[in-house]
């Protein structure tokens, strides 16, 4: 049995896990916590184990083997490091903190613990993503030397806390939204340095001033050029929450990927475009429980949840630094 | 009868105005010109009229009220000019220069003169973007916030005379493949000043350390943000030259243009996704030819030509600077 307890719920994000453990038989949830009433009615009330207000108590009174932390996104960090600081392993939605002061201070926590640390990638297990993965991996395109990757999400405003407008809460759209496809870069690459610079603006969410609604990064890792944008923009209309698209381009070939139209399309200097077979797609967290089952680190380690986190925050502070490159 | 003149042939754009004087009665080619005999040989075959090595020549025996300027990029600026001063209008192929000490001399000469000048940005009349065009001068997008563009050309190095590879006869690539899409930018929100800062690398074409294979920039004009990249990477085997894509953002709707799927997708806050009717495609510099016969100026002002020309110099000089940001 993997008890697992829920520190901090206020993002839907926390289905994820309520996900893995209704379809499992041994992920089970002991306790839960979200200091907010309003959150805790929302996101943990099909909850059966004991719920509190105080994620500290919850912690103290329920020896857990894994901790999932899905609150207020400043107030990860603190849950992050003491899960990690009482040996536990942690499962953490994205962003997982706010500050690069809040990243070092996970990193030692890290390094000194017995437990891992995950962010939920759950867009690097999208059967897109790891047709994508294979065909780059397999040395078909090359060397990576592009990526341009969009990023639209749907704000749906009157869903969102008040938390979620505000620097305190939410931090920066740069240190939210990218880092997954910060994540399949990576994926891609085996970078681990670079640079970034980055430019946010708001021009639909004019009641909220703290507030960003758009983001552009470009990353030059030295081998590879990225140009990832993501924004609250995209229109309620649409029939998806995410029209995710990404080109990334080799110097033997092209991939193009369509997540919510589900296809990966190839070319190469020698073959026409084809279209690639996807698997079937996978429970969001579903990687992390299968590989704590069997006793192996789960795929997104802590080593990459610490670095697609940096470089995350990192052009965040570029973004509020006027555009200037920063190094990582 | 409009006569046209041919200062330079050293790219296949030539074709474009050799197109259109096969398919109009009164576009007519008085001469040519093109120093380079291999080039004059593939370039200017086809001609009927004088055919010179010397464009000074050519220029001072037949009078004619186009100059169309389609030579090694470096050498336009100096034909253009020498147009202008007398009098005459211009048809240039982009790149139109390939410095800003050029674009300068450009500019003073055609404030001095009767003739005007346009760049054959036949991207702009393609019908996909005719439709964009449209669609976002309706409002029903809003604001605009975000374009994103993808470029990727085919090189067909075997193809490119040597001085493609150089940096003095080519320029760089920002100067280049990028001032499609800037001049499509400038024409859906009117900008006329922002910042710019661009990264170019080379990874394919390692035989040639002076040449760029691919380039990114990032274009922050106030209200809009702007991530556009091209490159010489489209793969050999791919169906078409230039797989160009653009994702355009406002704050109450997304249009998603495909340009080789002839395909224009719009989706705003109330209504889910359509797809937009096109019209019937033109010849590439018809608009222009077509503005002339009826007195009207060119569609292609001088002062867009000017002002895309010199944002795309101003990324090439980011790209020269480490990416530093540039105003424009």
Redesign the interface.
């Known amino acids: 049995m993997i008890d697992t307890i829920v520190l901090g719920a206020a993002h839907p994000h926390v289905d994820y896990l309520l996900t893995e453990a209704a379809a499992t038989a041994d992920v089970r949830v002991v306790a839960a916590a979200e200091p907010d009433p309003v959150a805790r009615e929302r996101f943990l009330r099909a909850v059966q184990a004991p719920v509190y207000a105080d994620p500290d108590r919850a912690l103290a009174e329920h020896p857990a083997a894994v901790g999932v932390v899905c609150g207020v996104y400043s107030r990860r960090a603190e849950l992050v490091i003491d899960c990690l600081q009482r040996g536990m392993s942690v499962l953490v939605d994205k962003p997982m903190c706010t500050g690069l002061d809040q990243l070092r201070a996970i990193e030692r926590a890290a390094a000194e613990s017995a437990g891992s640390l995950a962010i939920m990638f759950d867009k690097r297990f999208y059967p897109e993503t790891l047709a994508l993965t294979e065909v780059v991996h397999s040395g078909e395109l090359?060397?990576l030397?592009?990526l341009?990757s969009?990023g639209?999400h749907k704000l749906l405003q009157p869903t969102r806390p008040d938390w979620f407008f505000s620097r305190h809460g939410y931090g920066g759209i740069a240190n939210d939204l990218p880092v997954h496809d910060i994540d399949i870069l990576l994926r891609l690459t085996d970078a681990t340095s670079g640079r970034v610079?980055a430019?946010t603006?708001n021009?639909?969410v004019t009641d909220h001033p703290e507030f960003a609604?758009?983001v552009?990064l470009?990353i030059?890792t030295g081998?590879l050029?990225?140009?990832i944008?993501a924004?609250w923009?995209?229109?309620?209309?649409?029939?998806v929450h995410g029209?995710y698209?990404m080109?990334i381009?080799?110097?033997?070939?092209?991939a193009?990927v369509d997540w919510p139209r589900h296809r990966v399309t190839v070319?190469?200097?020698?073959?026409?475009?084809r279209t690639l077979e996807l698997a079937t797609p996978t429970r969001p967290v579903q990687f992390y429980f299968d590989a704590l089952r069997t006793g192996e680190q789960p795929a997104v380690t802590t080593a990459q949840s610490i670095l697609a986190t940096r470089i995350a925050l990192t052009a965040q502070l570029s973004a509020d630094n006027d555009?200037a490159?920063k190094t990582f």
């Open positions: 090359g060397d030397v592009q341009s969009t639209p610079a430019i603006g021009h639909s609604d758009q552009g470009i030059d081998g050029l990225a140009m944008d924004n923009l995209q229109p309620d209309a649409a029939a029209d698209r080109r381009v080799g110097t033997e070939g092209t193009d070319t190469t200097r020698n073959t026409p475009e555009g490159w």
